[in-house]
């Protein structure tokens, strides 16, 4: 249902919370595009009106350096980088890449997922490597956080759900960016699930469609996404939810029932029209 079919009080202000909300966009969204136009890709996320993105893998071929510039280019900042953990070599990598495009909010990506999370014990050796990170992170001045998917959210140890182990085990000032989608996927409200994270949430990814779980997910082959307001998602709800110390609002569509820029253009004036920017 879009927005003008949501029945609401005269003048209802979704948000009402300061400060107000930021919005980017996974560039994982654009990523066939980017493969074939690098420069023309990002320059057409401008031509939308976005300021910020949230990036994650680059082509072989394209350095940080040679994508930090085609930002610039096309003055695009960085809100928060997906990246692998910062483990052995990839430390070098955590670290330039949070230098060259000047941000702290570092993220583990969390795909595909880890076996480790079937059963108490391997989820606390995840843990383990989790805070590590966030220790390794804190020592250089950079934020860690984690990024959902479904199956921290359907998997229980131990007679919880994975995710409620990860709050209860994890240092406190390791940061989550809810994935909205996944939640709902995994058979949660995201907004009751937001609630329980609390202040802990930092970003939130942003997305709508079915929503449902299926086996070709496993595969990492969803089911096409919709623009926000047209899916199965009560947007309204989430958006209440999301707490005052949650800074982005992160759009993202793993695949597309329609052109993808398309559906960008109508998701951020979805945004627009009931959020505040």
Same mark, same amino acid.
């Given at each position: 249902?879009?927005?003008?079919?949501?029945?609401?009080?005269?003048? $209802?202000?979704?948000?009402?919370?300061?400060?107000?909300?930021?919005?980017?966009?996974?560039?994982? /969204?654009?990523?066939?595009?980017?493969?074939?136009?690098?420069?023309?890709?990002?320059?057409?996320?401008?031509?939308?009106?976005?300021?910020?993105?949230?990036?994650?893998?680059?082509?072989?071929?394209?350095?940080?350096? %040679?994508?930090?510039?085609?930002?610039?280019? @096309?003055?695009?900042?960085?809100?928060?980088?997906?990246?692998?953990?910062?483990?052995?070599?990839? %430390?070098?990598?955590?670290?330039?890449?949070?230098?060259?495009?000047?941000?702290?909010?570092?993220?583990?990506?969390?795909?595909?997922?880890?076996?480790?999370?079937?059963?108490?014990?391997?989820?606390?050796?995840?843990?383990?490597?989790?805070?590590?990170?966030?220790? $390794?992170?804190?020592?250089?001045?950079?934020?860690?956080?984690?990024?959902?998917?479904?199956?921290?959210?359907?998997?229980?140890?131990?007679?919880?759900?994975?995710?409620?182990?990860?709050?209860?085990?994890?240092?406190?000032?390791?940061?989550?960016?809810?994935?909205?989608?996944?939640?709902?996927?995994?058979?949660? %409200?995201?907004?009751?699930?937001?609630?329980?994270?609390?202040?802990?949430? @930092?970003?939130?990814?942003?997305?709508?469609?079915?929503?449902? $779980?299926?086996? @070709?997910?496993?595969?990492?082959?969803?089911?096409?996404? /919709?623009?926000?307001?047209?899916?199965? %998602?009560?947007?309204?709800?989430?958006?209440?939810?999301?707490?005052?110390?949650?800074?982005?609002?992160?759009?993202?569509?793993? /695949?597309?029932?329609?052109?993808?820029?398309?559906?960008?253009?109508?998701?951020?004036?979805?945004?627009?029209?009931?959020?505040?920017?």
């Amino acid at each position: 249902m879009g927005i003008m079919g949501t029945c609401l009080p005269e003048n $209802f202000n979704f948000l009402g919370l300061s400060p107000k909300k930021k919005m980017s966009v996974q560039l994982y /969204t654009i990523r066939d595009h980017i493969a074939k136009d690098f420069a023309g890709a990002i320059k057409k996320i401008s031509d939308l009106g976005f300021e910020y993105v949230e990036t994650a893998f680059w082509p072989k071929g394209i350095s940080l350096n %040679q994508a930090a510039a085609i930002l610039n280019e @096309n003055n695009l900042k960085v809100s928060s980088c997906h990246i692998e953990l910062p483990v052995g070599e990839n %430390q070098k990598i955590f670290l330039e890449t949070a230098k060259v495009f000047n941000c702290k909010n570092m993220i583990w990506h969390g795909w595909p997922e880890d076996k480790r999370y079937s059963s108490i014990e391997g989820t606390r050796e995840l843990v383990k490597i989790y805070n590590n990170a966030n220790k $390794f992170a804190k020592a250089n001045g950079l934020s860690f956080g984690l990024h959902n998917h479904w199956w921290e959210f359907r998997n229980k140890v131990d007679g919880k759900f994975v995710y409620e182990v990860l709050l209860e085990e994890l240092d406190k000032d390791i940061f989550f960016e809810i994935d909205i989608y996944w939640v709902k996927v995994a058979g949660h %409200q995201p907004d009751k699930i937001i609630k329980i994270f609390g202040d802990r949430v @930092n970003l939130m990814h942003i997305k709508d469609g079915p929503a449902e $779980f299926n086996q @070709n997910l496993i595969s990492d082959n969803p089911d096409p996404m /919709t623009p926000l307001g047209k899916g199965t %998602q009560n947007l309204p709800a989430i958006f209440e939810s999301a707490p005052a110390g949650c800074e982005w609002f992160v759009l993202e569509m793993d /695949t597309s029932a329609i052109d993808v820029y398309d559906a960008l253009k109508q998701s951020m004036e979805y945004m627009k029209s009931v959020t505040s920017y």
